[in-house]
Structure formats: C-alpha cells, structure tokens
C-alpha cells in the first residue's frame, strides 16, 4: 500500500495539485483490501488521480465512497478508471448526488466491467433523468456479474421503474435488488411485477415506500417466494450433481490406477520370469561350457596315459638289452675265470655286497608296492563313495520329477477353479443385469407419476448402483489379491528351484574336484609302478562310467529345464487368462458407468421437464392473477354503477314523495 501511496502523491503533483491529508491518511490505513473515504470531501484532482490508480489496482476488494460531496466530473473520472479494474467486488456512491453524466457513467461501468458485485447507490438523483437512468438501465441488463444493487431514494418514477423492468428481463445475475422510497406509484410496480415471470434470478425486491398497492406487493412477494424456491432447489441440484460428477471422477480415476496398476505387477512378473528363463539359459550353457572343459580334460589324460604307456614299453626294451648285456658279461666272466682267480675273492665280496644292497632294494621296492596297494584301495573307496553321491543325485532327480508333477497336478486345479470362479461370476453378473434391466422397467411403468416419487425412485437407484459398484469394486480388489499371491507362490518356487539347481551345481562341482584328484593320483601310480597299469584302466572304465552317468545327468537337467519352461508357459496362459477376465470386468464397470451417465440425463430432462411444468405453472399463475385482477376491478365498476342507480333511485322517490317533478331530478344522460 505504501507504493499506492506514492503513485497517488506523484499524480497529483503531475497535476500541479497538492495530494489531500485525509486521502494519504486512509491510504496509509488501508487494510485487507478495503478502502474507505466515506465523509471525505474528495476534489477533481484526487478522483483523476485514483481513476487512474484504479485502472491497473489488483489488491483493493471494496471501495466505499458515500458521502464525498462527489462533482459530476468526479464522479465520471472515478467511474471511468473502474471500468477496467477487475478486482474490485463492492463500490459503495452513497449519498453523492450523482445526477445524469453520474447515469450514463454507471450504465457505461455496468456494461464494461465484471467483477464489481455490490453497488450501493442510495440517496441520489438518477431516476429525476429519464435518458440517463435509461442508458444506466441498458447496462444493467448488459452485465452478467451484479448481485446486489441498492437504489433507496433516488426519485425513480413509472417511467423508470418500467426501464429497470427491461433490464431486468435481459439480466441473469441480480439477486438483490432495493427500491424503497421511490415514486414508482401502480403502473410502475405492475410493470415490475410483469418482468418477474422472466427473470429467474433475483429473489428480494423491496418496494415499501414507492405507493404500491397491496395486491402488486403480494404478487412480488409471491414472484419472489418462487424465485427463493427455485433458487434454492437450483443450489441444491447443482450440489447434487457437483457431488455426484465428484463421486464419479473418484472412481474412473480408481479404477484406472487399479489397472495401471495390475498393468505394472503383469509387466513385472513377465520381466521377472524372463530374466529367470534367461538365468536359467546362462547357467544351463554355463554348466555345458563347464562339462566341455572336463571332456577336454579327460581326453588330455587318456593322451597323456598313452604316453606313459610309450614310456613304458620304451624301459622295457631297455631292460632287455641290459640282460642281453648281462649274459654276454657272464659268458665273459665264465671266460676269464681261469684268469682271474686271485680276483674272484674279490668279485664274490663285491657280490655280497651287491646282493645285500639287491635285498634291501626288494625291501624297499616291496614297502612301496604295499603304499601303493593302500593308495589303491583309497582310491576305491572314493569311487564307492562317488557312486553314493550320483545315487543321492539321482534320488533327488526323481524327487524333484515328482513334485514338479505334484505342481503341474496343482496348477491344472488352480485352473479348474479359476474357470468355476469365472463362471459364476458371469452368472452374477447376468443375474445383475435381468435384475437391471427389471429396474428400469419398473421405472418407466411407474415415470408417470408426479414428480416427487421420480425424484425418490432416481435416488434409490443412485444407491442401487453405488452399492453394485461398491461391491464390483471389493471382488476386484479380491481377484487381485488372489493373483497377487499365485505370483509370489510362482516367485517362491522358482526360487527353490533356483537353490535347488545351486545345490547340485556344488555336488558336480565336489564330484569333478573328486574325479581330479583320482587322475592326479591315476598318474602318480603309473609314473612309479608298472604294475598298477591294469588298476589305472579299471579306473578309466570307472571313469567312463563316470562320463555316461554325467551324461544321463546333462540329459535330466535338460529334462527337468523343459519341464520348467512347460510351467513358466503354463503360468503365462494363466496370467493371460486373468488378463482376460479382468478386461472383461472391466467393459462391466464401462457398462455401469454408461448406465450412470444414461441415469444422470434422465435426471437432467426430467429436471428440464419440471423447470417447464414450473415456468408453465408459473405463467398460468400469472394469467389467473391478471383474470382476478380485471374481474376485481370489472366488480367494483358494476358495484360502484349500482350504487350510483341506488342513490338515483332514492332521490327520485324522495322527490316523488315530496311532491316535486320527476324530470327535474331524472339524472342527465
């Protein structure tokens, strides 16, 4: 406000006027958006100044301008600058003796602006103008926002009155209208009585004061007691159909976020099922790479036992030479015999010694050949308890066929129910629909009673259908809580199965941990003794057999992934079949609403039908009074006429009992 201030002080001094003490003093005590300078005696100046501030002003909400001795120029400065403020809801000119320019400078503020709705006007002198209470008349019946509107004491006439009865025809926003202490006489308030049955807005007229007879007072007050009426049933139908398009908004935008919902938890679940198909794939080709590898190195081993074998019979052919060396070297000895007698001593000492070194070698060769039959017999204990573990897998292989069985067994009965449950729900709902249809029969036959029993019967089937979608709304709800915990059920076994997959991945794992440490020891042997040659192909047969048993466990994981597939299919056809009959319920709640919209323009005609039967009451009401009204005066003419023959009557035999001639007192014709 202090910026308002300053533009005011700035304006007049551009004027070459000094700004007015009172004016900066309210100014400055200017609060919530009122302004108030009634008792102010305002100049030329000051009202150019704050038309001009009141054009762009957005934060004033009332003006209150009575009493302020207001000039003709003043006021038109004042009035003009409002014609552009859009903020302003209340302008009170009480008291300023505004005259004809102050007329037609409100009828031009009617017609322009749009926001002011209480306009206070008492104790003026519009109506004494006739052309410019005219032009203020025009602009009432042009604007669309006026509620209120005061006109006490202001010497409207008939004539006046009979032009505030036009513009009452034309305007649809005047609630309020006050005209006490006018001069509106008989022929001004029957013209206002005559423009109430077209106005449906305003519902209190004062006209105490103006010389109204009783009967038009009445049939005012009567036009006003329907107005209210009307008023308040348009209010109350207005509520009812503000709550009820509310009501409706609520639940579109509920069942739309049900299925946006159910939309989301669908996309997720077949995102969810597709990566596990995917990890499933990863970890099958995983555990396929893995088994290539142990197949790469087993031929490794068979190439490197070959070898060995090679190795082998290379130290044989060796060993032969040296016997063949060793027999050429006795014949020699045999030979050199007889030579080397004084040597033989000698010889026989060094072969001692030879054979005790021999004997210990065969000692210590024995000690290792019985290391190596405990070695062997280790190594058999292993491939038994190897055999034992593939048992245990194979076992568990079967298990898990087994309840994969018993799974598919369920799932097959979760169908069957789910078909029973759609199935009787299409039985509800055409049930539902014979007794709708019965509804609306019953409401045709009984829509040809009064108006009253329509309105009652509409509501009950408001309610009715309230109630079916309340009730279409929690087996929604349930059926998605349903699936809801299918699909965790879903999520919780293709978890175990997850973890059950993960515990055998560890068993092949321990198993070709096991199968390496049998070819490591496999090849120690065949590398120390040549003896354990057979026992290391007795081992490579075990690991053939060891090879088909890892085949016949590809085989079953490949089976057993099939058969996981073959579920994860099943639970699509079954996420697809919800899919269906959640669509299907959902063109049920499009019928419904359908329904809803078509009861809701029966309301509206019927309510347009009682808004005519009403106008037509209405003007049958009007015509009546207006037959009443001519009999009345047709009554008291003939009553006045008979009394007039009454006293002629009476004169002429007192006349005739007196004595005097009947002609001089015959009336004159």
């Known amino acids: 406000m202090e910026e308002f201030r300053r533009s005011y002080s700035r304006l007049c001094k551009e004027s070459g006027a000094e700004p007015q003490e009172a004016v900066l003093q309210q100014l400055h005590q200017l609060t919530r958006g009122r302004l108030d300078l009634a008792t102010q005696s305002l100049t030329v100046d000051t009202c150019r100044a704050l038309g001009k501030l009141l054009q762009t002003e957005a934060l004033l909400r009332e003006l209150v301008l009575s009493d302020c001795m207001l000039s003709e120029e003043g006021a038109t400065l004042l009035l003009q600058g409002l014609c552009t403020n859009p903020v302003v809801r209340l302008l009170d000119l009480k008291g300023n003796n505004l005259q004809a320019a102050g007329a037609e400078a409100l ?32 602009g009432l019946s042009a604007n669309g926002a006026l509620q209120q509107l005061d006109l006490r004491y202001n010497q409207i006439s008939h004539k006046g009155a009979e032009e505030l009865a036009l513009a009452l025809k034309g305007n649809a926003s005047l609630q309020q209208l006050d005209l006490r202490w006018n001069n509106i006489g008989l022929l001004g308030g029957r013209a206002l009585v005559n423009c109430l049955p077209s106005n449906r807005t305003l519902w209190r007229l004062d006209l105490a004061g103006n010389n109204v007879p009783g009967d038009v007072l009445r049939a005012v007050e009567q036009a006003m007691d329907h107005n209210q009426d009307r008023h308040a049933t348009f209010r109350e139908s207005q509520a009812r159909t503000h709550v009820l398009s509310k009501e409706v908004q609520h639940l579109r935008e509920e069942k739309s976020k049900q299925f946006l919902d159910l939309m989301e938890t669908i996309d997720k679940q077949r995102e969810e099922m597709a990566r596990g198909s995917r990890a499933s794939a990863a970890r099958v080709g995983q555990l396929q790479e893995a088994l290539n590898e142990r197949h790469s190195i087993i031929n490794a081993l068979k190439a490197k036992l070959q070898m060995t074998e090679a190795a082998l019979a290379l130290s044989e052919q060796k060993a032969e030479d040296l016997r063949e060396l060793l027999a050429a070297a006795e014949q020699e000895q045999l030979s050199q015999s007889q030579k080397q007698a004084k040597e033989r001593r000698l010889e026989q000492q060094e072969a001692a010694e030879r054979e005790s070194k021999l004997l210990r070698d065969l000692s210590a060769a024995n000690e290792k050949n019985l290391s190596l039959r405990n070695q062997v017999d280790e190594l058999e204990r292993k491939v038994k308890s190897q055999q034992e573990q593939l048992f245990l897998t194979r076992q568990e292989l079967t298990n898990t066929s087994a309840e994969l069985k018993i799974r598919a067994v369920q799932a097959e009965e979760r169908l069957d129910m789910e078909k029973r449950r759609s199935r009787q729900s299409l039985e509800d709902a055409e049930n539902l629909r014979l007794k709708e249809v019965e509804h609306m029969t019953r409401h045709l036959e009984e829509s040809e009673r009064a108006m009253q029993e329509r309105v009652q019967r509409l509501e009950a089937t408001r309610l009715s259908l309230e109630e079916e979608l309340s009730r279409v709304k929690a087996e929604a709800l349930s059926q998605r809580s349903q699936a809801e915990e299918e699909l965790i059920k879903a999520r919780s076994q293709a978890h175990r199965e997850e973890q059950h997959l993960a515990h055998l991945e560890d068993k092949l794992r321990l198993l070709t941990l096991a199968r390496d ?96 039967a009403l106008r037509d009451r209405e003007s049958e009401n009007a015509s009546l009074r207006e037959k009443l009204r001519l009999r009345e005066a047709e009554i008291a003419r003939v009553r006045d006429e008979e009394a007039q023959r009454a006293s002629l009557l009476q004169s002429a035999v007192l006349a005739y009992v007196q004595g005097a001639p009947p002609r001089a007192l015959s009336p004159p014709k």
């Open 517 to 612: 440490e049998a070819q490591g020891a496999c090849l120690q042997q065949q590398q120390k003794v040549v003896e354990a040659q057979a026992r290391a192909g007795q081992l490579s047969l075990q690991v053939d057999g060891l090879q088909r048993r890892l085949e016949e466990l590809q085989q079953e994981l490949s089976n057993k992934d099939q058969e996981k597939v073959a579920e994860v299919n099943r639970v699509r056809v079954e996420l697809q079949e919800q899919n269906g009959r959640l669509q299907a319920e959902l063109t049920a709640q499009e019928a419904l609403r359908e329904k809803v919209a078509a009861l809701e323009r029966q309301l509206k005609v019927l309510a347009r039908d009682h808004r005519e």
């Open 107 to 138: 009828g031009k503020l009617l017609r322009q602006n749009k926001s002011i709705q209480s306009l206070t006007l008492e104790w003026n002198h519009l109506g004494a103008w006739e052309d410019a209470f005219a032009t203020f008349c025009g």
